[in-house]
């Protein structure tokens, strides 16, 4: 290591000044062991390796002064932290990858050998499946699928390849999960369509999104039928998709896979009709990915094309679309179309609606939908609210802003630090308080 003469320099510099500071008042003790952490910080930042420490520095004997033993770990805990925030990403990784295998768990072996026990002699792998059915530790069920493999004239098949895939899988696993699953991809005349749908389903929990694509891709050309994709592998691919993503980047460039899955479901040769998950997960990748004119194509073929009717999820994901794009007029035909069939708008769509309206000027019909929502307890929420009361403001309407917000107070829909921080904003903005009777709580 190239930096261990300085260091070593550094911390021999630096016991030698804590023994001769023993002698000295505890307050030149102190300055000197800030001046030394100040040093530390200077040379820290180009160390790579928190090995290091561990060759050039000896922790202070038991009877050395609790001072200057205090002072050796705090020096120690600052190199290791600095150490940490300056180095690689590759060596933050090592570092991790090391700590998860100390913390690794211990396989409970009188739990296995009494699972082991519970077995008949000539065991099947339905008799595997229904002890690892029971086992609580999944240390435990991966130990007994690998011990049953070694047994002679034994083999797997679908049941205790699935219960071992769904343990590990629930207990995040999915390094021991994929081994299992590589198991299974490679046996062409072994799986199941739900088998395989649950190994879709843990590749996408644990974000391994190309590998849910393969398995799906693997279900396609199996010659099979039991081992063909459904209607459930369809929507576990859109849900996966769809989750966890805010970059309207990431999710155009998902889009196109979402396209090309929903094609070869409509396209699919054994008869699957999408259903209205299939059709919603549609619409909202549409509206998300900023294609809002494909979502309502879709929207619109619901009943005429797909023979499935929109629910209020359908006509939710379609309104906030219309009014991220300021298209309010289409979304107020389809929010009295929606309510003139019984679907209740949630607080998202009167949210979206409210807050287009207002940015557009159209206040009137703002205060009318936020009305409706005080009427069946909707609160709105903060954005809304100050969205409104700045156009309301900015259109010379402030009496009618204060009032507004003094009526929702009251109705309880909005609390105690919501009203006053609203309440603040008019007043700096916009100067009220002279001429405007306003009472803050």
């Not at 001072?67 to 805990?77: D, K, Q």
């Not at 034994?154 to 590589?182: P, W």
């Not at 929990?205 to 010659?223: D, P, W, Y």
Request: hydrophobic share 35%.
């Amino acid at each position: 290591m190239i930096f261990t003469r300085p260091f070593f320099h550094f911390f021999k510099k630096l016991s030698r000044n804590q023994s001769q500071s023993q002698s000295q008042s505890q307050s030149q003790s102190q300055s000197q062991f800030h001046i030394h952490v100040r040093l530390l910080h200077r040379i820290i930042p180009f160390v790579d390796d928190t090995h290091c420490t561990s060759s050039i520095v000896h922790p202070p004997c038991s009877s050395s002064s609790s001072s200057s033993y205090h002072n050796y770990h705090s020096i120690c805990s600052i190199l290791k932290t600095r150490v940490l925030l300056y180095s690689s990403r590759s060596h933050r990784r090592r570092v991790n990858r090391r700590l998860r295998l100390q913390n690794q768990p211990v396989l409970d072996q009188t739990q296995f050998n009494n699972a082991v026990s519970q077995l008949p002699p000539r065991f099947t792998a339905e008799d595997l499946h229904d002890v690892i059915v029971v086992q609580d530790d999944p240390l435990v069920c991966l130990e007994l699928f690998n011990w049953a493999s070694q047994q002679p004239r034994f083999r797997h098949s679908v049941c205790s390849y699935h219960i071992t895939i769904k343990k590990l899988g629930a207990a995040k696993m999915y390094q021991e999960m994929d081994d299992v699953v590589n198991q299974v991809l490679a046996v062409r005349h072994l799986g199941s369509e739900a088998l395989y749908n649950t190994m879709i389903y843990y590749s996408t929990e644990a974000r391994k999104l190309t590998r849910a694509v393969n398995i799906f891709k693997h279900m396609k050309g199996s010659r099979h039928l039991d081992c063909r994709p459904s209607i459930r592998t369809y929507n576990l691919l859109f849900a996966a998709f769809l989750s966890r993503r805010t970059n309207s980047h990431i999710n155009h460039m998902y889009m196109d896979t979402m396209r090309s899955l929903f094609w070869q479901l409509v396209n699919d040769d054994n008869g699957i009709e999408p259903d209205i998950f299939s059709l919603n997960s549609m619409i909202k990748g549409y509206v998300i990915s900023n294609h809002v004119n494909d979502a309502l194509r879709i929207f619109h073929q619901m009943s005429v094309v797909y023979a499935c009717a929109p629910n209020a999820v359908s006509y939710d994901h379609i309104i906030h679309g219309l009014c991220a794009q300021g298209r309010t007029n289409n979304a107020k035909d389809l929010m009295e179309d929606m309510k003139g069939k019984g679907f209740t708008p949630n607080s998202r769509t009167y949210n979206s609606l409210v807050n287009a309206l207002s940015l557009t000027g159209e206040v009137d019909g703002a205060v009318g939908y936020l009305r409706e929502m005080s009427e069946i307890q909707m609160p709105a929420d903060f954005i809304t609210y100050r969205t409104l009361l700045d156009e309301l403001c900015r259109q010379g309407k402030v009496g009618v802003a204060v009032e507004l917000l003094q009526e929702f107070q009251e109705k309880d829909l909005v609390d105690e630090l919501s009203y006053n921080k609203l309440l603040s904003v008019l007043q700096d903005d916009y100067a009220i308080h002279s001429n405007t009777s306003i009472v803050r709580l």
